[in-house]
């Protein structure tokens, strides 16, 4: 099992099928668990992949329309039924209070969990972690909505023959790491020395838009993209007077933003098959998928400095 990948719990845009359950996406990274537009449904497919509610960390909703966000009563209430204790802290655009307080308070039950608010008002920072730090940015949709990105802190690895040369090893190498700088034999050595900067990972979710500035913004040179394709390129004019992306559309915002893996997503009820989805996306990029209900995508690892 990896650390970090993307479970996908449904990947229907406006209503479910009999393959497709409403959206939901769950993005494991390390001791993270970040819930994405948990449409109807999303709690019972939780079931199906094994997570369970002690497994939500984080809740980020695009925007309130039903399909992202009608899942959120089943899965606060859920939290407190299994009375997961830590804090689940909830993103959502602040123009929409009313609807997040209104499916906060759905139904009655012993409200027991521990949900902390974050109305987002504008772009940018939502928190920083010790790991990575999660923003957002407004999209082109027909309501307020935003899309996110999760960015692993950039660090230095240490390569063991410029250790070797400046004559580190055992504890102070360690000291090294915590401290950033080090007296040896008389000589001051850095980090910088012994290492190269190193990016991190990174992680974005683009859900009903249209291409825009922000969405490349976005998915500027992420490992994983999520992002929605509602549309093939033949209702490419329905896509756009819906505030929707097709299939190329998608494409082409990955390849620009230099993206390593595509997942398509957030389907419309007319199409059965999806393979057209990966065949028109292909001729753009070469690394994507079009998301199942329940499949498991890797975040692609970095290539180490050897």
Not at 45 to 51: D, I, K, T, Y
Not at 119 to 145: M, N, Q, Y
Not at 173 to 190: A, F, P, S
Request: with cysteine.
């Amino acid at each position: 099992m990896s650390n970090r990948e993307l479970i996908v719990l449904g990947t229907a845009s406006q209503v479910p099928t009999r393959h497709r359950n409403h959206n939901a996406y769950f993005l494991r990274w390390e001791d993270e668990g970040i819930l994405f537009d948990p449409g109807e449904g999303t709690q019972r497919q939780m079931l199906h992949a094994g997570l369970s509610a002690s497994h939500v960390t984080r809740i980020c909703i695009t925007h309130f329309h039903g399909d992202h966000a009608l899942g959120l009563p089943g899965i606060i209430q859920r939290l407190s039924l299994d009375t997961v204790s830590h804090c689940v802290e909830v993103y959502y655009p602040a123009s929409g209070q009313a609807y997040f307080e209104r499916l906060r308070h759905a139904t009655i039950f012993a409200d027991k969990a521990t949900i902390a608010p974050r109305p987002i008002t504008e772009d940018g920072r939502l928190v920083e972690t010790k790991g990575f730090t999660l923003s957002a940015a407004r999209l082109e949709h027909s309501v307020d909505t935003f899309g996110f990105r999760l960015e692993e802190h950039a660090r230095v690895q240490l390569i063991a023959s410029r250790l070797q040369e400046h004559g580190l090893s055992g504890p102070i190498v360690g000291e090294l790491q915590r401290k950033g700088v080090v007296e040896v034999g008389g000589r001051t050595v850095r980090l910088e020395d012994v290492g190269e900067k190193r990016e991190g990972q990174a992680f974005a979710f683009i859900m009903d838009t249209r291409p825009c500035a922000n969405a490349a913004r976005l998915a500027e040179g992420v490992d994983l993209l999520v992002c929605e394709s509602t549309y093939l390129e033949s209702e490419h004019q329905e896509a756009h007077d819906h505030f929707h992306m097709t299939a190329k559309q998608a494409a082409e915002l990955a390849r620009d933003a230099k993206v390593r893996r595509l997942a398509l997503a957030h389907f419309s009820q007319r199409y059965e098959d999806t393979d057209a989805f990966v065949r028109e996306a292909r001729t753009v990029v070469e690394d994507v998928v079009a998301v199942r209900d329940l499949d498991h995508v890797e975040v692609p690892k970095r290539v180490r400095v050897s």
